[in-house]
């Protein structure tokens, strides 16, 4: 089975900054999009970023646009997201998965089941 492993996470101060990757297992990337969800206490999951593996297009959630930037290294089969200046807002654990555009929306591939343990992102105030 397809297997992403988030590491990176930890403990930053509000306006620092922090590199996630994704290490991909049983996947390649082709045709597929892959993407960066979060998860804060009491709140549903919602997506960050999802990045086209065709054509290398981005879509970013309203509320890191400028401040997230998601990558990929197709050799060492590794995403990644730069965040900076970040805020206590974005506290959350930090998940990646295929995702789906929907025009300004990221949406969850629900055909995937494989969700990782992601990593915890604080930031404190």
């Known amino acids: 089975e397809a297997q992403l492993v988030e590491s990176g996470g930890g403990l930053v101060q509000a306006g620092g900054s922090l590199r996630l990757s994704c290490a991909a297992s049983?996947?390649?990337?082709?045709?597929?999009?892959i993407g960066w969800f979060r998860q804060a206490p009491g709140k549903e999951r919602e997506g960050v970023s999802c990045m086209s593996l065709s054509d290398g297009g981005t879509l970013y959630a309203d509320s890191v646009k400028g401040r997230f930037t998601i990558s990929r290294d197709n050799a060492k089969n590794t995403v990644f997201l730069e965040m900076n200046t970040l805020e206590p807002e974005d506290t959350a654990i930090y998940y990646c998965a295929p995702c789906i555009m929907l025009l300004q929306d990221i949406e969850e591939d629900y055909d995937y089941d494989s969700w990782g343990q992601g990593t915890q992102v604080t930031v404190s105030s």
């Open positions: 049983g996947f390649t990337f082709d045709d597929n999009n």
